[in-house]
Every structure is written in structure tokens, then in C-alpha cells.
């Protein structure tokens, strides 16, 4: 149980890396036709998706 514990946190994180990397491409690449709502539900989309991650993480912890 353990190892699939750890393998979780480790996909886990990987993800968040991907998922970072992928959001500061899409926002540069994106953030000059964006208008402000949608630079507001964006952000508040990540900051979701970041809390949703913390908070399972510290449940496997």
C-alpha cells in the first residue's frame, strides 16, 4: 500500500509540473487576446486546481 501511496504523490507532483509548464505556454501565448474575465477565471482556475492538489496531497500524506 505503501508504494502505491508514494507512486500517487509522484504522478501527482509530475502532473502539477506538467500542468504549470502547460498554463505559462497557453498564458503567454494567450494573454494578449484574453480579455479580463477571462484572465480572472483563468487565474481563479489555477488556484483551484492547486488547492484541489494541496489539500489531496496532504490527505495521502
Request: glycine share 4%; net charge neutral.
Amino acid at each position: 500500500m505503501e508504494k502505491i501511496i508514494e507512486s500517487l504523490i509522484k504522478n501527482t507532483c509530475s502532473f502539477q509540473a506538467m500542468s504549470d509548464e502547460a498554463r505559462e505556454i497557453a498564458r503567454k501565448k494567450f494573454r494578449g487576446k484574453e480579455t479580463e474575465i477571462e484572465n480572472t477565471i483563468r487565474i481563479s482556475i489555477d488556484g483551484l486546481i492547486a488547492s484541489l492538489i494541496k489539500e489531496t496531497e496532504n490527505k495521502l500524506i
